[in-house]
Structures are given as structure tokens and as C-alpha cells.
């Protein structure tokens, strides 16, 4: 499905107005800063994340739809790039120590099974990083979102606004940190490991406040 997500100047003029007068960007360089080792970014989009690692990173991006990678290769002409999707990843299991979602399973269409290929190719101790828009928790926003998705996700090329993306992670057999969680309105930004990892002090490994886990008062 295309729509407006796969139009690069539409979307990267959108996104340019939720980076830097939303205060999305802030969340974009919380959401790369901790990632380490073989990283693997999904849907990529337009690359919007890529110059936020570093020049030394370990960074393989792809994303299902062709014509938003020439922005991203633009973006960053040094990171290899794919063509791929999160329901089918042409990786080795445990091919990689961090997997980074930003704004991306909102549009997977088959989520849980997206996920569990993100566990697969997991080490069996890396991290998932996660910025997403989720499921409202009030009624009337919920219940709003749910009326607007067909229309939404026919124009936007994929997003449902109403997905409830947290329990998606969990079905698909992670578990998310609660310490390093942030949560603003429907926006969220987490850590999460594999069932059965050993667990070792990943609420540093999303956000730079000790203690966190409240509520995110910073924007978005
Ligand atoms: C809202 S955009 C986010 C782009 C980018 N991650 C960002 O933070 O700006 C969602 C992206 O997910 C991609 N996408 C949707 N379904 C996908 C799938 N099954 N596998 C990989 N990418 C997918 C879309 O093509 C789109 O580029």
C-alpha cells in the first residue's frame, strides 16, 4: 500500500515540522544514542535517524518500499541499504546486538509476526529500541482512532493509528523495560529484550535520566 509515507518531500517536510517544533528529533537521538555493536535499522524510511549514529557504526538499514531509499542513501551514502520487509528478514539468526524501530510498526502489516523475526535475528541478549505511536488509552481517543484507521491507513500507505504496539512486543516474546519506558500522549520510546535474556541494566540503554520510567514531560 503507498501513500503519503512514501512520498519523501511530503514526508520529510512533515517530519521536519514534528523533529524540530514538535520535539520528535529529541526522542529520534534518545531513541539511536544508546545502540551498540551490529545495528540493524527497520524501515528506515527516508533515513531521517541514519546521520544520528555514529560514523563508526555498524549499521545495516532497509525498508519495504523502494522509492523513500533514494533520501536515505542521500541521508547517508555510506550505510548499506535494502529492500526488504520486517515479515521476512534476509538475515542469519542473532546477526545482530541492537534492532532500532522508529515510527515502523504502525505500518507492518503483519506486526507480531514483523517482531518476531526482529527476535530472530536478535542476539539472544540484544536490544530492540522502539519509538512508536500507540493506541490511545482513553476511550473517545481510542474509539476515535479506531473510526479514522481505514480512511488513515489508506492515505497515509500503511499506519493504523490505533495499534496497540507494546503488546504486540510482548506477544512476539519480549519484555519491555519499565525503568528506561517514556511515554508522552500516545507516544512512546522503550527498550526491550527477548524473553529469557539475561537481564542486565538496560534502563540506561533508552534515555538519559537516571531513574526514569515516569512520565516524559519533554516534547513530544
Ligand atoms: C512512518 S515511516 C517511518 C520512517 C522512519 N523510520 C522514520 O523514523 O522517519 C514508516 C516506514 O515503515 C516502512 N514499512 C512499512 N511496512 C514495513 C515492513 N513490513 N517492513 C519494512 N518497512 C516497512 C514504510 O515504508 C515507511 O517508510
Known sequence: MRGLEQIPWFYDTFMYLADNLGGLGRW?????G???GRILEVGCGTG???PLYGDDALLVAFDVHLEVLGAARRRAPRVPLLVASAEALPFRSGSFDTVVSGLVFCSVSDPVHGLREVGRVLRSEGRLHMMEHVRARGRLRSRFQDWIQPVW???????HPNRDTESHVEVAGFRIDRDG??????MRLFTALRVGSVSVSVSQAVGDEP????????EP
Open 34 to 36: 544508546a545502540t551498540r
Open 211 to 218: 531513574g526514569g520510567g515516569r512520565e516524559d514531560r519533554s
Open 28 to 32: 529520534r537521538r534518545k531513541l539511536v
Open 181 to 186: 519506558r517514556r511515554e508522552k500522549g500516545t
Open 153 to 159: 491507513t489508506r492515505v497515509t500507505g500503511g499506519c
Open 48 to 50: 531521517r535517524n541514519l
